[in-house]
């Protein structure tokens, strides 16, 4: 933990705005170079313009690798465009304009040039193609490609630094787009690249169509949240967007359902000037992290619920009076507990997705609704179909993502929306009379108090690729911290796709392990319901069974033989990582054999509980 965590940016911390912009259209990429290749993790790419990672020349390649994708599968409706507040945001939507155009994409940007989150465009894919003329199936769902559906492009790198900037492509589905997709763009635009760009086409970006996506989006939120309760409760909500893209969506929800809520913070700064530095001394937008949200936490007793959101608002962080800061693993419990006693009209069979490293808290909450759990690897694009078609109502992960759908059980959001679960912490508080954080308390003493940590270990870069292709059934040990073991994974339960690790279980503990996707660490996620004692005795073991098993299969000892809880990889900075064009940075990386790593999802300081 830095010792400036959770202090006010001082001026040497901000990045020079016009350095960035410069550098986005003076520097040239060299593809020889495997830190300046486009790196797409499964649904983007990240960088910064100051490392050549984010430039002109990596939007136009990967704009013009989208058209040709999108050509490739017949895609012929408009193709929706936003962007969030990153300096780097608004001049990429101009280069990807400009390749848009020129190649005759009907693409839409919004309406008032206002900063677009990620769950509106998603929203507003999922709209267009359940009402439009493309829609084929009927019953609302969608299908993954064909003429006269629509798709879309989000500029944004979520939560990181200011200096970062981010592409991300959603398919007709309206979600994170998969690794089959994510690695033909890349591969195409890394073709390009190498090109010179001879094969992008680039033109005035003029007579462009608009889409409102906030008034569709705001308008449309009554049919997932119940806002006449939280209006007749009068619960007093403050959201602070963090000078994110949700600014202004915040007062438009505000006004249209009549709710008492203020915007604690709407200044919008491309060097986030007003924010306090996180674990690392960086800023981030992080609204699960106790050092990021310092400033916010200092009104956590000026409203019944103070909520905050990153940058392209697809993450969220609940704050209450009696609980402070929420973990969201603990949210995410309450969330489900509350919504599967609280929207009849869901199926009967609709199940419950979590992450492999999302708190066990859920799937006792899980067995006591009756409900199938649903546990995926990590990232939110595997509860995509299940979103989609209603057979999973809720899918979230530890990292402060997570969405519902709407109250009729059809499809709200496949990509994940900060707003909404912002919005269903008043709720919850409207309707059962009590917070979140004392409802999470009701779950402890039903459930018991689990202990959860994540921490690194020291790994080479051939025990990181034997651990992302490591069989369950190599672990030989059946016994974890005094307890028999359970299940020994590497598929993850709920859909059988590799989870790029081990995850390992006894009744009353687990621990996950994962190879970094940018450093020599792996990464072990642990949890005990004995309490932080049993935790540490989890960890320690954790780390012996890995080298252990590792050293069996051929990849040796680690390293190190302690524990690491100060080794964090930053978020998506690909100047920090030789990184092949199958790597992309950011906290949690899927290195399956077969699989990119993803950039969106998110872990926690290590040697500290998500959120604490």
């Known amino acids: 933990m830095n010792h400036r965590a959770g202090t006010p940016a001082m001026p040497d911390d901000l990045v020079e705005v016009s350095e960035l912009i410069h550098a986005y259209y003076a520097l040239t990429p060299d593809v020889s170079i495997p830190s300046q290749r486009v790196a797409f993790g499964t649904s983007g790419h990240r960088g910064s313009s100051l490392d050549t990672a984010f430039n002109q020349q990596h939007i136009a390649a990967i704009t013009q690798a989208i058209v040709d994708y999108r050509a490739k599968e017949g895609i012929t409706g408009p193709l929706f465009i936003g962007r969030d507040t990153h300096a780097l945001s608004r001049p990429a939507e101009t280069t990807a304009l400009e390749v848009l155009v020129a190649n005759k994409v009907d693409v839409r940007v919004d309406t008032f040039a206002d900063y677009v989150p990620t769950p509106a465009l998603s929203h507003a894919i999922l709209t267009y193609n359940r009402t439009g003329p493309a829609n084929r199936n009927g019953g609302g769902r969608t299908k993954p490609s064909g003429p006269g559906l629509a798709d879309g492009i989000v500029i944004t790198p979520s939560h990181n630094p200011p200096r970062d900037g981010g592409f991300k492509y959603n398919p007709p589905h309206g979600g994170p787009a998969d690794s089959h997709v994510t690695s033909w763009i890349a591969d195409r635009a890394n073709e390009i690249l190498a090109g010179g760009n001879a094969e992008v086409l680039m033109a005035e970006p003029t007579a462009i169509a608009t889409y409102d996506f906030r008034t569709n989006y705001v308008d449309d939120l ?28 915040w007062d438009a929800i505000r006004d249209r359902y009549g709710i008492d809520l203020t915007v604690v913070n709407p200044i919008v700064d491309p060097t986030w000037s007003f924010m306090t530095l996180d674990w690392d001394g960086k800023i981030r937008m992080d609204p699960s992290s106790p050092s990021a949200m310092a400033s916010v936490l200092t009104r956590k007793d000026d409203f019944d619920i103070l909520t905050g959101n990153d940058a392209d608002a697809d993450r969220h962080g609940i704050v209450t009076p009696d609980g402070g800061l929420m973990n969201p693993n603990h949210f995410l419990a309450v969330a489900i507990r509350y919504l599967f006693t609280h929207r009849p009209e869901w199926k009967e069979d609709a199940a419950i997705g979590k992450t492999l490293v999302s708190s066990a808290m859920i799937d006792r909450v899980a067995e006591s609704l009756g409900r199938e759990l649903l546990e995926v690897p990590v990232g939110f694009k595997w509860f995509v179909p299940g979103l989609l078609d209603g057979s999973v109502a809720f899918g979230g992960e530890e990292s402060a993502g997570a969405s519902f759908l709407r109250k009729d059980g059809t499809a709200w959001s496949t990509d994940k929306d900060g707003i909404v679960m912002c919005l269903l912490a008043s709720e919850i508080l409207a309707v059962t009379g009590k917070t979140p954080s004392q409802l999470y ?8 108090d689990p202990a959860y940590e994540r921490v690194d270990a020291a790994a080479t870069p051939a025990q990181k690729a034997t651990l992302a292709q490591l069989d369950g059934d190599a672990i030989t040990v059946d016994e974890l911290a005094g307890d028999p073991i359970i299940a020994k994974l590497s598929e993850a339960p709920g859909n059988g796709a590799s989870i790029g690790g081990v995850k390992v279980v006894t009744e009353r503990a687990w621990f996950a392990a994962r190879p970094s996707g940018t450093e020599d660490v792996y990464k072990i996620y642990a949890e005990s319901f004995a309490g932080p004692d049993h935790l540490a005795e989890v960890q320690k073991e954790a780390k012996a069974i890995v080298d252990a098993t590792l050293a069996a299969a051929g990849a040796g000892d680690s390293d190190d033989t302690e524990l690491d809880d100060d080794t964090e990889l930053d978020d998506a900075e690909l100047s920090d990582a030789e990184l092949s064009d199958a790597d992309e940075v950011d906290d949690i990386a899927e290195v399956d054999a077969d699989e990119e790593v993803d950039p969106d999802e998110e872990v926690d300081t290590p040697g500290q509980t998500p959120g604490a």
Do not use: K, T
């Open 441 to 448: 308390a009701e779950l402890v003493d039903e459930f018991g």
């Open 222 to 249: 009554g049919s997932i949240i119940d806002f006449d309760a939280i209006r007749e409760a009068g619960v007093r909500i403050g959201a602070d967007p963090l000078g994110g893209a949700s600014v202004n969506y």
